[in-house]
T-cell receptor, first 115, second 113 residues
Framework: NAGVTQTPKFQVLKTGQSMTLQCAQD?????MYWYRQDPGMGLRLIYY???????DKGEVPNGYNVSRLNKREFSLRLESAAPSQTSVYFC??????????????FGSGTQLSVL | DQQVKQNSPSLSVQEGRISILNCDYT??????FLWYKKYPAEGPTFLIS?????DKNEDGRFTVFLNKSAKHLSLHIVPSQPGDSAVYFC????????????FGTGTRLTIIP
């Protein structure tokens, strides 16, 4: 029972390089999310996808793009990485966005360093 | 502007004693609150939640209390065990205005054997 799987687990980039973080869930959830975690800042929402075919900006979307490839997969792309994007990135899923009692299931995270 | 605040970055508690983690929020539209637990190198996992229609929810050793007038919630762990050592995040959501989950900054709990 894999749950939410993120790849890669670690990545080092140079400023200006691009990369895509991959996320897949096997729980048949409709909604998926990308968060970043920074010291003293908690978890901040970057983008989310309430359902297949839709994406919306979260609290800190600048510098990122997302693709909801299908119901299972939701990728996060950094087109031109900056040191400010050094962070731990978490993908999450939930059964249905918009319900106040939604419970998120998280992947194990990607540690990204931009030099 | 931090809408969900956990003012204690860290807390140390003796094994067997009660651990109390606190969380304050500013958005009066929040009507559902959750606690997540996070171990190093893992993603957060759901621990316990409470709706604004309640003031207490209990699950085994974990109890969450909600004081709506004070916009404050707390997580009680009794008795504390070494495996409870982790970072705890408070989170809040609202059914109004399509508010997504807003997380606090986390409290690192260390249980001393």
């Amino acid at each position: 029972n894999a749950g939410v799987t993120q790849t890669p687990k670690f990545q080092v980039l140079k400023t200006g390089q691009s990369m895509t973080l991959q996320c897949a869930q096997d729980m048949n959830h409709n909604s998926m999310y990308w968060y970043r975690q920074d010291p003293g800042m908690g978890l901040r929402l970057i983008y989310y996808s309430a359902s297949e075919g839709t994406t919306d900006k979260g609290e800190v979307p600048n510098g990122y793009n997302v693709s909801r490839l299908n119901k299972r997969e939701f990728s996060l792309r950094l087109e031109s990485a900056a040191p400010s994007q050094t962070s731990v990135y978490f993908c999450a899923s939930s059964e249905l966005a918009g319900r106040t009692n939604e419970k998120l299931f998280f992947g194990s995270g990607t540690q990204l360093s931009v030099l | 502007d931090q809408q969900v605040k956990q003012n204690s970055p860290s807390l140390s508690v003796q094994e067997g004693r009660i651990s109390i983690l606190n969380c304050d929020y500013t958005n009066s539209m929040f009507d559902y609150f959750l606690w997540y637990k996070k171990y190093p190198a893992e993603g957060p996992t759901f621990l316990i939640s409470i709706s604004s229609i309640k003031d207490k929810n209990e699950d085994g050793r974990f109890t969450v209390f909600l004081n709506k007038s004070a916009k404050h919630l707390s997580l009680h762990i009794v008795p504390s065990q070494p495996g409870d050592s982790a970072v705890y995040f408070c989170a809040a959501s609202s059914n109004f205005g399509n508010e997504k989950l807003t997380f606090g900054t986390g409290t690192r709990l260390t249980i001393i054997p």
